[in-house]
């Protein structure tokens, strides 16, 4: 079983930038596409950003893309999202996810995804 705790929430002013740490122990984290995901205030969760297990190969958002950029570091098991130019819109929790069944197709529906994160707060201020 894959544990995940994500860090690095915090308020932001709209135009600045935060970093999103997840830290997996447990299964062989190394082999898994991992996500990204946020849900909002009275909005569904949504796909933000995907990773698949080499780090070869990224998926984003429309609402992120050249904005946000993930990555991961195998030998730390954590997985990263740097978030630049932020907009109010961009408040939410946001969760990591891993895909258990995956390890190059990054999917972007929250039913693929097996293990979660409790979710760290981001907050932008206009």
């Known amino acids: 079983q894959v544990q995940l705790v994500e860090s690095g929430g915090g308020l932001v002013q709209a135009g600045g930038s935060l970093r999103l740490s997840c830290a997996a122990s447990?299964?062989?984290?190394?082999?898994?596409?991992m996500g990204w995901f946020r849900q909002g205030p009275g909005k569904e969760r949504e796909f933000v950003a995907g990773i698949s297990w080499s780090g070869g190969s990224t998926r984003y958002a429309d609402s992120v893309k050249g904005r946000f950029t993930i990555s991961r570091d195998g030998a730390k098991n954590t997985v990263y999202l740097q978030m630049t130019s932020l907009k109010p819109e961009d408040t939410a929790v946001y969760y990591c996810?891993?895909?258990?069944?995956?390890?190059?197709?990054?999917?972007?529906?929250?039913?693929?995804?097996?293990?979660w994160g409790q979710g760290t707060q981001v907050t932008v201020s206009s």
């Open positions: 447990g299964r062989a984290f190394r082999r898994y596409v």
């Open positions: 996810a891993a895909d258990l069944t995956a390890n190059v197709v990054v999917s972007i529906a929250p039913s693929a995804f097996e293990a």
